[in-house]
């Protein structure tokens, strides 16, 4: 016999409306299975998903009060009583947005190494001689209106065959004048004449301006007909000269064809004992033997040093028909300078035959500054127009006119020079 269909009890429809109102809430969309026109569940609907649709609005404002962000025993905190949300298991109901922990990893500093540098040892070349390097001088030409009071300016200069020939020239010998008027005292080479007035005549061209130069000149020397006299032409307003110190190198050996011509100056001032005093050994070498001479040379300056006992300075200037690189023993004398050093000295630039050496310690008054006189650009010749003055350029360097504290020079011998 068939039983039965138990009836449901009431429980099942309790459930059934739990289910419901938990679905609702919990978004699993209830108003898809429940018709919310219904007398009782139809409101209960309504309101349950304006609720959502209000808690879905303020989530997206922002606000934690209104999304309901914080909880606490299942109520909302204002922000002041908010708690910081730990990472832990999802709430039920409005999802708890899950702030996970930022991890910070330990930085791990690996201690650096530094590795001790190495520093090779420089190798510094031995010069061949122990001439320290001058730059050339980026200063314009000396101006003989604008010599310093505290300096001296020395130059050496050859004057190609210098003789009646070239006093004829007006434009040549109107340079020459210009020329030495630029400095203090001129060594001049290669006079070349049987006539005893080219010094004279030169010295009155200087003083036609009103200068005041005067002039000493050796004898004539050589080994063939064609002598040649040294001279040294100087300003008498800032320069004097010693007397007793005046003369021709002794060569008994003749190793030299014109032997140096010698004088003792010192610039004119008004504390004559704290002047710088020196000697100058004007010199040309013959260009057939320069090896021989300019060896020969080296003696000449030794004994110079020597020559008297209250006088160091020797500066040995002219044409030695050698660059400084084919100086020899005269450039191996210890201390030695030359003033002339990377630059060419005859009018063509093509030759380093001039110069103005002295030894470095002793001379100390040298400023460092020195030049090789440029005709062409000086007075705006062409090369054909300096050549007529002379094939060699001037050389000049500049000196202090106060002796170094070392020593007095002319410590009461002869206190009565000559201008």
């Not at 320290?132 to 030409?141: D, G, S």
């Not at 020239?169 to 080219?198: G, L, P, S, T, Y």
């Not at 300003?235 to 003792?264: I, K, M, W």
């Not at 004992?273 to 020969?296: C, G, K, M, Q, Y």
Request: hydrophobic content about 35%.
């Amino acid at each position: 016999m068939a039983k039965k269909k138990a009836k449901p009890k009431s429980g099942w429809r309790s459930s059934s409306i739990l289910w419901m109102i938990i679905t609702a809430i919990s978004g699993g969309g209830v108003t898809g299975y429940v018709n919310p026109e219904l007398p009782i569940l139809g409101p209960i609907v309504k309101n349950l998903v304006a609720a959502r649709a209000s808690n879905e609005s303020a989530a997206l404002t922002g606000n934690p009060e209104e999304r309901g962000d914080s909880y606490t025993n299942g109520r909302v905190l204002t922000s002041a009583q908010a708690a910081p949300a730990f990472a832990g298991p999802a709430l039920s109901g409005t999802a708890q947005p899950a702030y996970a922990q930022p991890t910070y990893s330990q930085p791990t500093y690996s201690q650096p190494t530094y590795s001790q540098p190495t520093y090779a040892q420089p190798t510094y070349a031995q010069p061949t001689y122990a001439q320290p390097t001058y730059a050339q001088p980026t200063y314009a030409q000396p101006t003989y209106a604008q010599r310093p009071n505290d300096k001296l300016l020395l130059a050496t200069f050859n004057i190609q065959v210098f003789g009646a020939s070239k006093l004829a020239k007006r434009e040549a010998m109107a340079v020459i004048v210009q020329v030495i008027r630029h400095f203090d005292i001129v060594a001049i080479q290669e006079v070349r004449a049987k006539e005893d007035n080219i010094l004279p005549s030169l010295v009155n061209a200087i003083n036609e301006d009103g200068s005041r130069y005067g002039y000493l000149i050796g004898p004539r020397l050589g080994r063939s007909v064609s002598t040649e006299q040294y001279a040294f032409v100087y300003d008498t307003n800032r320069v004097e000269y010693d007397p007793s110190c005046v003369g021709t190198v002794q060569d008994p050996s003749d190793l030299l064809h014109r032997e140096p011509f010698v004088a003792r100056f010192r610039p004119r001032t008004d504390m004559p004992e704290r002047a710088f005093s020196f000697w100058l050994v004007n010199i040309h070498t013959d260009p057939d033997e320069v090896a021989t001479e300019i060896a020969a040379l080296a003696d000449v300056f030794q004994s110079m040093r020597s020559a008297r006992p209250d006088e160091d300075d020797v500066i040995l200037l002219g044409d030695l028909n050698a660059s400084e690189t084919q100086l020899g023993k005269l450039g191996k004398i210890p201390g030695m300078r030359w003033v002339v050093s990377g630059a060419m000295t005859n009018t063509r630039r093509t030759k380093a035959y001039d110069n103005i050496l002295f030894d470095g310690p002793s001379t100390s008054e040298f400023t460092g500054r020195w030049g090789v006189f440029d005709l062409e650009k000086a007075f705006r010749l062409t090369m054909d127009q300096a050549l007529e003055v002379s094939d060699h350029s001037p050389v000049w360097a500049e000196f202090d006119i106060w002796e170094s504290p070392q020593r007095n020079q002319f410590s009461g011998r002869n206190p009565q020079l000559t201008r």
